[in-house]
Nanobody
Framework: QVQLVESGGGSVQAGGSLRLSCAAS????????LGWFREAPGKEREGVAI???????SYADSVKGRFTISKDNAKEILYLQMDSLRPEDTAMYYC???????????????WGRGTQVTVSS
């Protein structure tokens, strides 16, 4: 059974940094497309960053140059390094995995429960 567990969220002031982690079990991170998504109150869930099976990456325009997605296939962990955080980055962040679909707008098959990120001004 595929399981994803996020960690690393918290509260930070604008301009600060956080690193999110997503521990995977039940599958190999090297076989799946992996992504980070976020959902703010009153807004739809949006794709933040994805990394493909070939380790290619894609980012939402709003986070380009500030966020970095990476994965450690040996440890089966997905990361999201978030720098220069802004109040508008405040949201619940979810990691997701899919064996076939790969894109910021794709309906991924497996989801974690999320970790909250709050950025104060």
């Amino acid at each position: 059974q595929v399981q994803l567990v996020e960690s690393g969220g918290g509260s930070v002031q604008a301009g600060g940094s956080l690193r999110l982690s997503c521990a995977a079990s039940g599958y190999s991170t090297s076989w799946y497309c992996l992504g980070w998504f976020r959902e703010a109150p009153g807004k739809e869930r949006e794709g933040v960053a994805i990394v493909g099976r070939d380790s290619s990456t894609s980012y939402a325009d709003s986070v380009k140059g500030r966020f970095t997605i990476s994965k450690d296939n040996a440890k089966e962990i997905l990361y999201l390094q978030m720098d220069s955080l802004r109040p508008e980055d405040t949201a619940m962040y979810y990691c997701a995995a899919d064996p076939f679909r790969c894109g910021l707008g794709s309906p991924y098959k497996y989801w974690g429960r999320g970790t909250q990120v709050t950025v104060s001004s």
